[in-house]
């Protein structure tokens, strides 16, 4: 029987014992762990001991006493890339460190926080379970405390495993899926497992404590406003808010009643964000009395928003054009694990290409790209794993995909909804329906009442937990024109002369015209072009542009350009991809390398990165 991910104990019994696991709360993620005067936090990124566990038999012999026979592992870090005898491999995996709790800490509240897990997890300290958690590429958090021993090392054991399913988001082994690719997923890029991101150990103090805060912002002429929520633990009656930045400061009291405050802050002369001025107001809030502060956590916010017209997007009332890519997380070696030198790699040179914008495709990436978009300046399109879905057959398989949306919604809302970088919600890319055939266009195609259903629930939800941003769906080629018309934006990715007109770059541009003219009219909305591009091999040239050479994905690239151009109503383009990336193998897939980056895999441009960079900064 297929058990649904909205439960919220789980059984497993193993040799003739029960064990409970405490399904991950979405609400425990809304602040990153921060070291201050009262907080604490441990990185235990590293290396760990790691063993893979084909047979399934690791829980049932008690692996989670501690692992024998096992080898080392970086975490964080994609498996797939470490080993030479499991690129492929994704069924369960075991993960162990060992770490002191610093004596300080006794007395305090102790949380184990894992950054991504890729794609189920479940976890153990000491042997004794603790929680687990579906879905990768967004943390998930777990109290305890009760499990730690003092004085002497812990032991944290994590069990990890990539299945590819149907009934899962992303989805995978589908009969008749549109990818025929090795491992089967349903989606174009590489089915990375692993611990992706930072483990972290964090304290908080027991008496009282912040659990969330919520930040949103607005102005009116020259006078900006922070409006804040605060949500406690404990026994909270009362603290204050600082907000500090450009040489001035302002406070306001927080009154607590049950355990949420809010308060709303007038800036006068604010300094308003954007990527020309991508300026950050300091918060600080403290819960406590004049005797004593309970706790205090700090985080940076830009004052700015965000609407659109029938025409254009509009960032502080104003038109502004998203010029950027899509990409991945994907890097040699560190396969889709976190690597820091590669992010501001990556910033440096969106920057010297005169980019503005990127989309987190086809996840949520590390909080670590969100912080650096804040301070750098970038528009952010923050997407949830949606991507493969689909709306036909095992009407029990798409209820599990709905619940797996929604709770990727709560997750990726309660975690990034604090960043002025992010501007809009995307809640799947390119679903697909059950005749979908690319050269069709969207003009005509009907969409399934089941599938309308399940995007007018993802988009309340959005609406529901953050009104002060764009939400949108990001449409394939042949997909429904209706889901599009469900969004606050038009976006679509579009091939037409690489996947349609293969070769006939005039041929494909004309059927674009068309389709653009005809979407603007339907729907009175902007649009957005978040993929477009041509697989390009590095290196490879010709004295008249063809496929898969450098000139050819410059002609293609300056061809879409060019069409946006002479259309007032297209507010962005964002070219399909950053840099090439690693897919699964199959027969469009050479060496299984997706090779459409204007980078290449370790970031050396192709022609078309100096083209954009000439087009786009004028150099």
Known sequence: MKKMAILFWVCCTTAGYAQEFTVADPAMIGLFPQQNEIRNTLNLSGIWKFRKDSLEVGEQDKWQGGLQDFRPIAVPGSWNEQFTDSRDYLGLAWYETETFVPAAWRGQRIF???????????????????????GGHLPFAFEIGSRVQWGAPNRITIQVENKLSPARVPTGNVTGGFFSSYPKANYDFFPYAGLHRDVWLYSLPATASIRDITVKTGFNGATGSIELKVAADGAVKGGKAVISGNGRRFESPLNFVNNTATATIAIPDVRLWSPEDPFLY?????????????????????????????????????????????????????????????????????????ANSFRTSHYPYDETYMQMADREGFLIIDEIPAVGLYFHGDASELAQRQAMCRQYINELINRDKNHPSVIMWNVANEPMPADL???????????SPESMAAFRDLFALVKEKDNTRLATVVGVMGGPAEWLGLGDIICINRYYGWYTHTGDLAGGVKILEMELDGLHKQFNKPIIITEFGADTYPGMHADEPEMYSEE????????????????????????????????????????????????????????????????????
């Open 282 to 354: 300091q918060i600080d809030v403290t819960i406590g009395d004049a005797k004593a502060t309970l706790d205090h956590y700090a985080l940076e916010t830009g004052v700015r928003t965000v609407s659109v017209t029938d025409k254009e997007l509009l960032l502080n009332g104003k038109p502004i054009f998203l010029k950027g890519f899509g990409k991945h997380e994907d890097f040699p070696i560190f396969g889709r694990g976190v690597a820091n030198p590669v992010i501001v790699k990556d910033f440096s040179l969106m920057k010297w290409v005169g």
């Open 552 to 619: 050819f994905q410059t002609q293609f690239i300056k061809a879409y350009l060019d069409v946006a151009a002479a259309r007032d109503f297209v507010a962005g383009m964002h070219v399909w991809a950053f840099a090439d990336f690693k897919t699964g193998q199959g027969i469009i897939r050479f060496s299984g390398m997706n090779y459409k980056g204007v980078f290449t895999r370790d970031r050396r441009p192709k022609a078309a990165a100096h083209y954009l960079r000439s087009r786009w900064t004028g150099e």
């Open 437 to 447: 055939n690319i050269n069709g266009g969207s003009r005509g195609r009907e969409a």
């Open 112 to 134: 184990l926080r894992v950054g991504s897990a890729n794609y189920a997890a479940k976890v153990w300290v000491n042997g004794q379970p603790v929680g687990r958690h579906e």
